[in-house]
């Protein structure tokens, strides 16, 4: 739950009963300035934390506070991009898993 110790980091509150709208707001711009996380990225935390939240019975956002989803172009790989990458990787240990 990498994203719970994200929201730590933003915000100082002890308890989850003293979580405000505010702290959840500064939230997704800790994500987007200080994390520098892609909107993608900083969307599914927001969401991941809301639902968290909510599972507390704590709702404290409204539909406008989601940070805005935008879609990018994703970066295309060319063959020997994924060969070269494959080579690099092939008998490191990555992951705990030894590559062969």
């Given at each position: 739950?990498?994203?719970?110790?994200?929201?730590?980091?933003?915000?100082?509150?002890?308890?989850?009963?003293?979580?405000?709208?505010?702290?959840?707001?500064?939230?997704?711009?800790?994500?987007?300035?200080?994390l520098?996380?892609?909107?993608?990225?900083?969307?599914?935390?927001?969401?991941?934390?809301?639902?968290?939240?909510?599972?507390?019975?704590?709702?404290?956002?409204?539909?406008?506070?989601?940070?805005?989803l935008?879609?990018?172009?994703?970066?295309?790989?060319?063959?020997?991009?994924?060969?070269?990458?494959?080579?690099?990787?092939?008998?490191?240990?990555?992951?705990?898993?030894?590559?062969?």
């Amino acid at each position: 739950m990498l994203y719970c110790g994200y929201f730590q980091q933003s915000c100082t509150n002890q308890y989850l009963a003293d979580v405000t709208r505010k702290d959840l707001l500064n939230f997704a711009v800790f994500c987007r300035d200080e994390l520098e996380l892609s909107t993608r990225t900083a969307f599914n935390k927001f969401a991941r934390v809301v639902a968290f939240l909510k599972t507390h019975t704590i709702k404290l956002h409204d539909k406008r506070d989601t940070p805005k989803l935008v879609n990018e172009e994703p970066k295309v790989y060319e063959k020997e991009d994924s060969e070269n990458s494959s080579q690099r990787v092939m008998g490191k240990n990555v992951c705990g898993l030894r590559c062969s």
